[in-house]
Structures are given as structure tokens and as C-alpha cells.
């Protein structure tokens, strides 16, 4: 028989990839969101655009027993979208309602295994103030303290999936990912994360000129390239553990580190010019020690690795984007 999945927020940059990855394994992949991917054609067997706030069309998509179902539908953005505080009532209504709505419909219709992505940005503050040394340890999440209210509806939602198991005999496996980048992501628009930001910006700089960077670029990161975030998702819905667990690379790195990075990989005469911002957390970085230990696999791939073929993307992109003006 052949396998079923269903991936919510197909039409997003990581549920793009992961249709992609599905259907390479050879599922029968539905794929559902509010909008087509913006940069590729969906692979999907099956892609219904929809609501996922509505839970009559929630219903109509989740309407026979998935083998896997993939939850990532989910208001979100870089730091220019969730650390303004104009977006937290939008960012905590839209993504609760979808979470509640698919899980339980996922219970009705007795499917087991749920996969849901919760983020890094649910850690408390308290323990990622110091950007040398920040603690990301899965355990460290409680007293819970997170800086932004995309972060308090992620816990939220990290708990709903849990009760679920609990409660109801699911199989909902839950992953924090950290900050995930890569080709067919977005890169401009408000919503785009530091590794594309970079990026867009270098591009669009000319030699002697200079990119602006939020902050003093001193605040620390890691990033994972969506290859290995989608080997990392997959690897744990099929395994007994159900997280939550961190999913992202411990390759920790200052913003202009990256930034110097990115100038580099493009080969140009470009300074860092530091400016007022939405920061977040002034250190991150992924802890891998629970990963290995119940899946036997962490990320390995290097940042330049990754961010080499995300520059190119959207070098790429910014070119075609100046010739249709
Ligand atoms: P994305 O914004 O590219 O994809 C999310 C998709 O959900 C979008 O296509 C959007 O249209 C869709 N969506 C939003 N509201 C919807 C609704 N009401 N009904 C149907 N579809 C809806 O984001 P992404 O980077 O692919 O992230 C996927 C998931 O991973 C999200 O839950 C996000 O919070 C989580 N996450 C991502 C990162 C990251 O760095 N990319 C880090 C931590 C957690
Ligand atoms: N987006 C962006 N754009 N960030 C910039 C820029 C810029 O031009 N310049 C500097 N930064 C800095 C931000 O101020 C922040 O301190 C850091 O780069 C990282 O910003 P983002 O990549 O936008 O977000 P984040 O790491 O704080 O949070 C992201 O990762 C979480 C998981 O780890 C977000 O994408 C969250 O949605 C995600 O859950």
C-alpha cells in the first residue's frame, strides 16, 4: 500500500521542501495552505488551499487516515515580524486556532502520528543573555520565560500535541527548530530571517558600499539548512521519541559574523554598518546532546556550506526581481 501524508503549510518554505522530500520517498503527498508556494511549483499529489482557522475546512482536509500528517502551518517571521509586538494578537490567535483545529481533527479521524514544529524561541530569555554562552538544553525550559509571544503560543501548542498523547494514545512527535535557512525561502518582504536578510542585502550592495545590520552585531545565532532540518523531522515522526527536541545546528556564530560571511562568499568590497533593530535573544545556539542520544543522528553540514547555496538562490532572485522593474 502505498503511504499517505499530509503536509500543513505546504505553501511555506520548509513544508515546500518536505513535500518534495516526501514524494522522492514516494508518498501520496496532500499539501494544504493559504497560498501556492511562492518560488516553485508544489510537487503535491493533492493541494488544497484553504484556512486551517476554519475548522469545517479542516475537517474536509483531514478526511481519511493519514499515515503522517506534518503540522506547520503557523503566523510567522524573522525578528522584523515577531520582536515589533505589532503582530502578537495575529501571531498567537492564527497559530493556536490552527494548532487546535488540526490536532483535534487528526484525533477523530484516529490518526497516530503527528509531527508538530514548535521553535527555539520558546527558551526563556533569562537563560540566553549571555550570547557566548547561551543554555538551549531541552530541560532548561521551565520556568518558562520566553521573549515573545510567538514563543509563549509555541509552548502552548508544545503542550497541547503532548496531552494529546496522554490523553488520546497519539504518536505527536514535537521539534524545536532553530533558525532554518536555505533556497526557496523567504528573503524579503518583513518576514525574512537574519541568514536570507544577509543575503538579500549583500546582493543588492554595491563594491564600496555598505549592508545594514540590526544591532551591534554582536548577539549569537546558529542556523540549519533546511536539507538537514527536513532529514531531522522526518527521522524523528518515524522514531519512539516524542520531544520535544531541539532540531538545529550548534554551529554558533555573532550576526556579523554572518554577515562578514555572506560578503565573503559573494567575493565584494562591502563594510557592516551596525543600526538600531528588532534583536530578540542576545545568544542561541542548538544543544545536540538529546538528539543523539535518542535518534543516534545530529546536523553536520557547515554554515559556509549552506549559506554558499543560499546566496547563490537569492542573487539569483534579486536579479530577476531588478529586470522586471
Ligand atoms: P513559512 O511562513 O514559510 O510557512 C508557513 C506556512 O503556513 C505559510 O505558507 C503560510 O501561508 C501557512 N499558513 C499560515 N497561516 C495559515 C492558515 N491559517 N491556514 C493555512 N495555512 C497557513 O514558515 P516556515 O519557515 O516554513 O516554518 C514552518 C514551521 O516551522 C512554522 O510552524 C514555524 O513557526 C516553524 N519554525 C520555523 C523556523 C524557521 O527558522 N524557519 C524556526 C522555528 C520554527
Ligand atoms: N531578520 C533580520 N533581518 N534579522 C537581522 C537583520 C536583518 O536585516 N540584521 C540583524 N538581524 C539580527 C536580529 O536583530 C536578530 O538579533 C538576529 O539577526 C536573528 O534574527 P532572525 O533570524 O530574524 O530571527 P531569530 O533568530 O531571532 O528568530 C528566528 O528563529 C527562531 C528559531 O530559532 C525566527 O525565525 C523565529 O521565527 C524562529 O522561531
Redo the contacts with the bound molecule.
Sequence with gaps: MQKTALVCGAGGFIGGHLVKRLKSEGFWVRGVDLKFHEHAETEADDFAIGDLRDQRFVREVVDQRFDEVYQLAAD????????TGENDADIMHNSATINLNVLDACHKRNIKRVFYSS???MYPEHNQLDPDNPNCVEDSAYPANPDSE??WE?LFSERLYLAYNRNYGMECRVA?????FGPLGTWQGGK???????CR?VAEAHDGGSI????D?K?T?S?LYIDECIEGTTKLLRSDFAGPVNI?SDEMIT?NG??EMVIDIADKDVSVHNIP?????RG?NSDNNLIKEKLGWAPSQTLREGMEKTYAWIATEAKKRDNQK
Design positions: 510567522m517571521g524573522g525578528a522584523g515580524y515577531i520582536f521553535s527555539a524561541c510567538y514563543g509555541k524545536r527548530y532553530h533558525n532554518i525574512e530571517k537574519a541568514p536570507a536578510a544577509m542585502k545594514e545590520v540590526w544591532g552585531g548577539q545565532r542556523f538545529g550576526i554572518l554577515a533593530g528588532p534583536l530578540g535573544v542561541r
